[in-house]
């Protein structure tokens, strides 16, 4: 029957619809993904490793790549040999950002320089001349001590570019001056290096100074014993600066899975720390590189309900079915309010004249000639067959479709039974007056 075309139709076009959504939305959220960190021994290293351990329980894989800081990590990120990169405040400036957005800023970084006490040093103009070393070369810290130092008139080039750990040995064996990092406070190599008897760390006097000719630049001031009561780590106050470490991504890279890593690593860093309250990052505020509209919503106002409800797969789906039938609603009320009227309208006046074309058979049935019978017998096969093809009547109008059917029938009924009446007829009058 033609209703179990329309269906079988109706049912493809279903299909086709949902292979689409699932190719075209569905199916370009990668399951594995990379993320450039620093080296092992930093902050960023430490929270990917919190990342993954996350995004494993939404069936994410999530590799760690080590880089040398954050211009590597740039530097793979445009390349697309990652899919995420931690970036330090003030690295970016120099890199290709246009294709990039920030999701959130994280933490903040404070600036720390350490120095041996048989030196005094009050400010960064005091270190000229000395052997400091300011981060290995593609790290962020040496880009962002490097510019400090410019500004104080050191040039780059008296600078030492050492790996860290490196770097820590030759400051605690004096075979260096002083050396400046950019590393969580929780780093143990600060408590490590605070803990040390010859090396201070300095004390950022002129930390508004900074803080007015850097936008992304803040200052902090690290308590005296906030490191460790029990030992009084430190002795004192030092006023310290920071920088802000924030994920960046691609532009193209999918908003769901925006969405479900800032979900996942705003339960990591909602906490805070020893500069940070509660709940204070993740953050849209201290980024350098424009942020993401689809994290910034989610910081602003929060999950969906499909995402607070449903798992991130299955959200997914719903939101790009509703990508899909969203735009189709105008369509969909138009087809309403005059399509189907219209069709009603259409399929009613179809049946208004079938019901006529029954009256005028009837009324043929008992006008005409019985010669003419097997033709009304005809037109009524006809217009059954008409009928019964007509899904639309069979499936929106079930009784008048019925009804007009049994109305046939009866017709074609009463035809046959005067037809019969009629032969009967006829053959009696042969019989009374032997007429052959």
């Not at 990917?48 to 800081?69: C, D, H, R, V, W």
């Not at 950019?182 to 408590?191: G, L, Q, R, T, Y």
Request: proline share 3%; with cysteine; aromatic share 12%.
């Amino acid at each position: 029957m033609q209703y179990c075309r329309v269906l079988i139709v109706v049912i493809l076009t279903v299909l086709i619809a949902l292979v689409f959504v699932y190719k075209f939305f569905i199916n370009v959220i990668p399951n594995n993904l990379k993320i450039a960190t620093g080296r092992e021994s930093g902050g960023y290293y430490y929270y990917a490793k919190k990342y993954q351990k996350s995004l494993e329980k939404e069936g994410i894989q999530l590799e760690i790549i080590q880089t040398a800081g954050s211009l590597e990590a740039l530097e793979l990120l445009n390349k697309g040999e990652v899919d995420i990169a931690f970036v330090q405040g003030g690295t970016a400036k120099n890199s290709q950002t246009n294709n990039l957005l920030s999701m959130a800023s994280l933490f903040y970084e404070p600036l720390w320089v350490f120095y041996n006490d048989d030196l005094s040093v009050k400010y960064l103009t005091d270190l000229k001349n000395k052997k400091v070393s300011i981060g290995e070369k593609g790290s962020g810290t040496r880009e962002l001590f490097q510019i400090l130092f410019e500004q104080n008139g050191i040039e780059s080039n008296q600078l030492l570019a050492l790996h860290d750990q490196d770097a820590v040995k030759k400051l605690q064996k004096k075979e260096i001056d002083a050396l400046c990092l950019v590393i969580s406070p929780e780093a143990p190599v600060i408590k490590e290096l605070l803990s040390t008897n010859g090396i201070k760390l300095m004390n950022f006097n002129r930390k508004l100074a900074y803080r007015d000719r850097f936008d992304y630049i803040n200052s902090v001031n690290l308590s005296e014993g906030v490191i460790d009561l029990a030992r009084n780590i430190p002795n004192h106050d030092i006023k310290l600066l920071v920088t802000t470490a924030s994920l960046v991504v691609k532009k193209d890279f999918n908003h769901n899975l925006q969405r479900l890593i800032i979900k996942n690593i705003k339960d990591i860093h909602r906490h805070g720390g020893i500069f940070e309250p509660e709940n204070f990052f993740p953050s849209i505020q201290f980024v350098e590189i424009p942020i993401s509209e689809h994290t910034k919503a989610y910081l602003k106002k929060g999950e969906t309900w499909a995402e607070k409800y449903l798992p991130f797969w299955f959200s997914s789906l719903i939101e790009a079915l509703l990508v899909v039938i969203v735009p189709l609603i105008p369509i969909l009320i138009i087809f309403i309010k005059v399509v189907l009227p219209s069709y009603s309208l259409y399929f009613k006046y179809k049946i208004y004249t079938w019901e006529n074309q029954i009256y005028l058979l009837d009324r043929k049935i008992n006008n005409e000639k019985e010669n003419k019978k097997e033709y009304i017998l005809e037109e009524i096969e006809l217009l059954k067959r008409i009928i019964k093809h007509s899904c639309v009547i069979y499936f929106f109008y079930t009784h008048q479709y019925y009804d007009l059917l049994l109305k046939l029938d009866g017709l074609r009924d009463t035809l046959l039974s005067k037809k019969m009446v009629h032969n009967h007829f006829v053959e009696y009058q042969h019989e009374l007056y032997g007429l052959s």
